[in-house]
């Protein structure tokens, strides 16, 4: 059964940093594109970054140089380090799998995670 | 980006009656839509992708259909269950989702 699940969310001030997991299961992390998306509080869903298969990752402007997306395939992990922290990032976090027979960032996400929720605040 | 316009926001309905929410798109995504069901504290699901195909496991009430701009999610005979939350997804572009249709119950 494939599974996501994503942890390292919490309270954190203004300028902060803060690193999120998402643990995954039933696949491999290396033969998949796999993406963060969030949600504000009372808004919609807002893609943040993706990584592809072979390793390339990619950022949505309003976190291109802040964030930072890895992976460790040896746990099977992803990981999100995210600095500079602003109270506009202030979203339940999420990673999500795409699609696994498209393989592409062009594609919807077959499988989620629940989700960590991420408070920046003073 | 690719603008997605969900519609209504939010809606009441009783079990057992037919539902649909509609998704509109600022320009031709062709069939590139997919729709997801969210509930609290639980992952989204997907229901159907490619604006029609229905996912493995989705109970046939579930249906999709349209292309181009504008695209519609049917609930044929509202479960228990199906009181949730209800967003669209373009992929014909970078990843853009719909605000979401809130369906409650009357």
């Known amino acids: 059964e494939v599974q996501l699940v994503e942890s390292g969310g919490g309270l954190i001030q203004p300028g902060g940093s803060l690193r999120l997991s998402c643990a995954a299961s039933?696949?491999?992390?290396?033969?998949?594109?796999i993406s963060w998306v969030r949600q504000a509080p009372g808004k919609g869903l807002e893609w943040v970054s993706v990584?592809?298969?072979?390793?390339?990752?990619y950022y949505a402007d309003s976190v291109k140089g802040r964030f930072t997306l890895s992976r460790d395939t040896s746990k099977n992990t992803l990981f999100l380090q995210m600095n500079n922290l602003r109270a506009e990032d202030t979203a339940m976090y999420y990673c999500?799998?795409?699609?696994?027979?498209?393989?592409?960032?062009?594609?919807?996400?077959?499988?989620w995670g629940q989700g960590t929720l991420v408070a920046v605040s003073s | 980006d690719i603008q997605m316009t969900p519609s209504p926001s939010s809606l009441s309905a009783s079990v057992g009656d037919r539902v649909t929410i509609t998704c509109r798109a600022s320009q031709d995504i062709s069939n590139s839509l997919a729709w997801y069901q969210l509930k609290p504290g639980k992952a989204p699901n997907l229901l159907v992708y490619e604006a029609y195909r229905l996912e493995v496991g989705v109970p046939s009430r579930f249906s999709g259909s349209g292309s181009g701009t504008e695209f519609t999610l049917t609930i044929s005979g509202l479960q228990p269950e199906d009181f949730a939350t209800y967003f669209c997804q373009q992929y014909y572009g970078t990843p853009t989702f719909g605000g979401g249709t809130k369906v409650e119950i009357k």
């Open positions: 999500a799998r795409h699609y696994s027979a498209f393989l592409s960032l062009y594609s919807p996400f077959d499988s």
């Open positions: 039933g696949f491999s992390v290396s033969s998949a594109y």
């Open positions: 990584i592809y298969s072979g390793g390339d990752t």
